[in-house]
C-alpha cells in the first residue's frame, strides 16, 4: 500500500475527530449527557461526557473503508470494526445510564469472545529465554484476560484531563513504529487510526478540557487497542517483530496502575471495580501538581515504557526485558511511597 493512501487516512481521520468534537459537545449539553461535580470527581463544572463518540466514529468508519484496500484482511478488518461498534456501544450506554460493574465486565467477555472466534486471540507467549509457550487449550482464556485487563486499564488512568488520550496516541505511535519495522499493512493502518483519532481528541481534552471522552473511549480505546496487539502477536505471522513482550511493555504504565489498584482493593476488602480517587494520577495531585504537569509527565513514563517496546524489534530480549523489569520496579516503588500513608493504617 502506497504512503499517500496511508497520509489519507491519518489526515481524514484526524479532520474528522477535530470536527466531530465540537458537534459531541454541543450534543452532550443539549441532551445533558454531562459528568457534573461530586465526590469522585476532581473538576469544578459540569463537562461534556461521551466524547469518545468523537474518534470512535470514525476509526470503526475507516476500518470499513481499509477492508476495500486490504482485500486479504477484508474479512479482520469488518470483524474488528463489529467489535469496534459493540464496545463503543457499551461505553455510551453506561455513560448514560451507568451500568453495574458486574453488567459492564459481563458485556467485555461476550465481545472479547466474539473477538477470539473471529481470530484475534492469543496462541503463544513470549519467552525471552528460549522459544515461544504454545497456549493451546488456554488460549481462550488468555485471550479475554488480555481483553478485558486492557480495556479497563484504559478506564482507570482516564481520571485526569487529557491522559487517556495522550497515552493512547503514544502506545499508538510505538505500535505503527513497530507496524512500520515489521511491514505490515493491517497494523499501521489501524495504528494510524488510532494515532490520528487521539491526537485530535486531544486538542480539546487535553487541561483544561472542553469534553470528557467517558466510558465511550476509554472501553473503545483499550479495545482498539488490545485487538492490535493480539493481532501483531499470533494471528498474523508476518509480524516476527510483535512479540507478546512488545504490547506489555508499551502498556507498562496502564498495566501497573491496574495492578496497583487490584491489589490495593484486596487488601481494603473493597469490591474490585468501585471507583475511587485513589489512582496514582489522584495521589499526584494530592501531593500539589496540577493536572498539566501530571499528564506530562506520565506522558514521558509512557514513552519510555515505548521505546523499550521498540528496543525489543532491534536487540537481545534478554537486555530490554532486564531494563523493562527495572522501570516497573521503579514506577511500583513510586506507588508504594505514594501510598505510603495508607499502607501504615
Known sequence: MSISIYIIFFSVTLALTLVLVPVNIRYSRKTGLLDHPGNRSIHKNSIALAGGLSFAIPIILFEIIAAGFLVENRENFLELAAGGIMITVLGFLDDKRKFTARYKLLFQIVIASFMYFSGFRMNMLTNPFGGDIDLSIFSFPFTILWYVTVINAFNLVDGIDGLAAGIGAIVAGVLLTVGIISGYPFIIILSILLFAGCLGFLRYNFYPAKIFMGDTGALFLGFTIASICVAGVSQFKGIAAMTLLI???????????????????????RHLFLADKEHIHHKLLDLGFSQKVIA???????FLFGMIAIGFSFSSKKLFLLILLLLVFILFILIILLYSKELKK
Not at 504490547?247 to 476488602?269: C, D, H, Q, Y
Not at 506530562?296 to 509512557?302: A, D, E, G
Open 247 to 269: 504490547p506489555i511493555a508499551v502498556l507498562g504504565l496502564p498495566l501497573v496502575e491496574t495492578t496497583s489498584t487490584v491489589f490495593r482493593r484486596m487488601k481494603g476488602n
Open 296 to 302: 506530562l509527565v506520565l506522558y514521558f513514563v509512557t
